[in-house]
């Protein structure tokens, strides 16, 4: 289980500084998707050997400063339910305000682990003033200034330290399966669909705690575990705001799984959200089946689906090599080729394809398309190998890795789709200088 910490507070109290703080820890695992306005709210960290999800709240609160209250306590009630433990931000410059005391209201009552932290203290003066925040019963604060990082290292120390040790309840050799999709977009109703037969043979995974569901299909020759998030919007006073809770939920079922199957809803489209969660999918190099729900209902000609599918491709481009599948669970029609494409998107994300084979097909081609002349000298790529990771990524060893840009980089990318199967699966590249073909 991948472990969240939700930065919570009143807004302008530094939340997303400290977020980037934080998720710029380890660059490398911080990666901004350009056009998906919502990314810089969710980040990964790594600090001691641990590594861990950060969510800012704050980019999700809206409107004008008499909604404020309403809609930072919706967000704090959500992180509070869904995460691990919280960062509590406050500006020791304004001291403790009205709608401070409302949040820490909610933290105390949660039973959360809650690390206060008294941001803008960047001298001696503004420590000693941090002692009005004991007021709010929450422990001794957390004195730093995220702008320039002071204090955050000790706060890392003790967060790391407060984090629930990650359970591993899966066989690694396993697919896991996540069912995501904004509520009422029927994950519901598949995950009943699927499991709802032969129930002697589903077995529900222990220490499932935090309400995502994680079930043992096996049937039908399939042997998979499902990770879902339907069904799981129990209090009534979340549901109204429903972009940052299926954001939130969505990323702990992403980071649980190797295969998304997510459900949009044929009526209403690919909306904002839906493409946000999307990018979460392929940010966390995860694969993915897009499940075109509720296909029934919709008037269709002889086009109906190319037309659809065309309108799905163009919104999530350029990563659009994703199996699309129309189905109706209510009338359980096409439900089981959802299944049989995520398998084959599992073994797509799992295939290792051999450096001879590589380079036999791709060195040829850069040769007949090399990359562009920049400031009059050549790139040359003399190498191509397949990286020892978990999920597909390559390297292009050559002499100027630092000239080759995201067009080239791309045109590589579709070349490789064609030639090999990658359907549902983000693919990473990486040019690297010919001299650290080691690495």
């Given at each position: ?38 990314d810089r709210h969710y980040g990964h960290s790594e600090w001691n050997g641990r590594r861990f999800s950060v969510i800012d709240t704050g980019g999700y609160v809206r409107g004008s400063d008499d909604e404020f209250e309403g809609e930072i306590r919706k967000q704090v009630e959500i992180a509070v339910q869904d995460s691990d433990l919280v960062i509590f931000v406050v500006d020791v410059e304004a001291g403790v305000t009205d709608l401070d005391d409302a949040v820490a209201a909610l933290l105390r009552k949660s039973g959360k682990k809650v690390f206060l932290v008294a941001n803008k203290v960047d001298h001696s003066q503004r420590a ?312």
């Amino acid at each position: 289980m991948s472990n969240i910490i939700a930065i919570v507070g009143r807004p302008n109290v530094g939340k997303s500084t400290l977020f980037n703080r934080l998720t710029e820890s380890r660059k490398a695992i911080v990666d901004e998707q350009s056009g998906v306005t919502r990314d810089r709210h969710y980040g990964h960290s790594e600090w001691n050997g641990r590594r861990f999800s950060v969510i800012d709240t704050g980019g999700y609160v809206r409107g004008s400063d008499d909604e404020f209250e309403g809609e930072i306590r919706k967000q704090v009630e959500i992180a509070v339910q869904d995460s691990d433990l919280v960062i509590f931000v406050v500006d020791v410059e304004a001291g403790v305000t009205d709608l401070d005391d409302a949040v820490a209201a909610l933290l105390r009552k949660s039973g959360k682990k809650v690390f206060l932290v008294a941001n803008k203290v960047d001298h001696s003066q503004r420590a000693n003033d941090s002692a009005v925040f004991y007021s709010f019963g929450l422990g001794d604060p957390y004195c730093i200034s995220a702008i320039n990082g002071s204090g955050t290292g000790e706060l890392l120390d003790d967060i790391v330290l407060a984090l629930p040790n990650e359970k591993d309840d899966f066989e690694e050799d396993i697919p896991k399966f996540a069912i995501i999709g904004q509520p009422n977009v029927g994950k519901s109703s598949l995950l009943n669909m699927l499991t709802g037969e032969e129930r002697s043979i589903v077995t529900p995974v222990a220490g499932t705690t935090r309400d995502t569901i994680h079930q043992r299909y096996n049937k039908f020759g399939h042997d998979f575990y499902l990770v879902d998030t339907a069904g799981v919007r129990r209090k009534a006073r979340v549901k109204e705001d429903l972009e940052f809770y299926s954001v939130l939920r969505s990323i702990r079922a992403i980071e649980d799984s190797d295969v998304c199957i997510f459900m949009i809803d044929a009526e209403k489209g690919v909306h904002a959200q839906d493409l946000a969660i999307f990018h979460l999918i392929e940010k966390n190099r995860k694969g993915v089946v897009i499940v075109v729900n509720k296909w029934d209902l919709m008037e269709k000609d002889n086009s109906s689906v190319k037309k659809f599918t065309d309108y799905i491709e163009t919104k999530i481009a350029p990563f659009n090599d994703v199996p699309i599948v129309f189905t109706s669970v209510h009338e359980k029609q096409r439900v089981f080729k959802a299944l049989e494409e995520a398998v084959r998107v599992y073994e797509n994300r799992s295939r290792k394809i051999k450096t001879s084979a590589l380079n036999d097909f791709l060195l040829p081609l850069i040769e007949n398309y090399p990359p562009p002349t920049i400031k009059g000298k050549y790139i040359k790529i003399k190498y191509v190998t397949q990286l020892p990771t978990r999920t597909p990524q390559f390297a292009f060893f050559c002499n100027l890795p630092q000239y080759l840009n995201e067009s080239y980089r791309r045109f590589l990318e579709n070349k490789m789709r064609e030639k090999f199967d990658f359907s549902g699966v983000p693919i990473e590249i990486y040019f690297r200088s010919k001299g650290k073909q080691e690495d």
